[in-house]
C-alpha cells in the first residue's frame, strides 16, 4: 500500500469538490497516493471526501497535530471509515512547529507517547496506517517502531537517502511532489510563501 511518490491536493486544494474533481485527475495520471495537507481535526472527512471519488488511489491526509487530536478521538476517526476505505487511508502524524502549536513542547516524548496510546486505544490505526512526519533521527528512529514511513517535507534529497538508511526495508520515506497552480513564478512563490509556517 505504500507509494513511493505522493501528490499533493491541499490545503491549496480549493473546495471539497475541487478536491474530489483533482483527486480523479491525479488518478487517472497514474498517482497511488495523494496526500491532503492541512488535516488539523483528525475527524478524516476530508479524507471520506476524496476516498469516494475514487476507485483506488490511497488518499494521505497528513498534518494531523498531535497537540490537538487525542489518540483516541483520531483512532476512533479512522475506525469509522467504511471498511474498504480504511484500506486505501494512511494517516499522517506530526508535532507541527513551535511557533504555531502552543502546545509544544519535547516532541519526541510527545509523539513516542501518542504512538504508545494509540496502540492501546479502543479503537485502532494501526501501524501500517501511519506516517510520521519526521525531519530529525529521533523521529525517524520512532516510525520504525510506530509507523509504516516517514514524509519529510521540504528538505533536500541528501535527507532523504539518510531517512531512508536508517529505517531499513520495511519502512518507505516518502517523497511529496507539491504542485503549484500558478503560470506565473511570482505568484506561485508568493503562494509557497503564505502557506509556510513564519518563525
Not at 497514474?30 to 492541512?38: A, C, E, I, K, V
Not at 492501546?120 to 520504525?144: D, F, Q, Y
Request: hydrophobic share 45%.
Amino acid at each position: 500500500m505504500l507509494p513511493q511518490l505522493l501528490h499533493h491536493v491541499g490545503p491549496s486544494g480549493g473546495t471539497p469538490g475541487l478536491r474530489r474533481l483533482r483527486a480523479c485527475e491525479l488518478e487517472e495520471l497514474g498517482f497511488g497516493t495523494l496526500w491532503l495537507g492541512g488535516v488539523p481535526g483528525g475527524d478524516l472527512h476530508s479524507s471520506l471526501n476524496v476516498l469516494t471519488a475514487t476507485r483506488h488511489v490511497v488518499v494521505a491526509p497528513s498534518g494531523v497535530s498531535l497537540w490537538s487530536v487525542p489518540p483516541d478521538r483520531l483512532a476512533h476517526a479512522y475506525c469509522g471509515l467504511p471498511a474498504p476505505y480504511r484500506g486505501r487511508t494512511l494517516v499522517g502524524l506530526a508535532v507541527s512547529h513551535a511557533e504555531i502549536a502552543a502546545a509544544y513542547r519535547r516532541p519526541c516524548t510527545a509523539m513516542s507517547a501518542y504512538l504508545d496510546a494509540l496502540d492501546t486505544s479502543a479503537g485502532s490505526l494501526p501501524k501500517p496506517a501511519r506516517i510520521l512526519g519526521a525531519h530529525r533521527p529521533l523521529m525517524t528512529r520512532l516510525a520504525v517502531d510506530g509507523a509504516a514511513a516517514v514524509q519529510p517535507y521540504l528538505l533536500p534529497p541528501s535527507h532523504t537517502a539518510r531517512a531512508r538508511t536508517a529505517l531499513g526495508a520495511d519502512h518507505v520515506a516518502l517523497q511529496i511532489v507539491t504542485d503549484i497552480p500558478y503560470a506565473v513564478p511570482l505568484a506561485a512563490w508568493r503562494a509557497v510563501a503564505e502557506s509556510l509556517p513564519h518563525g
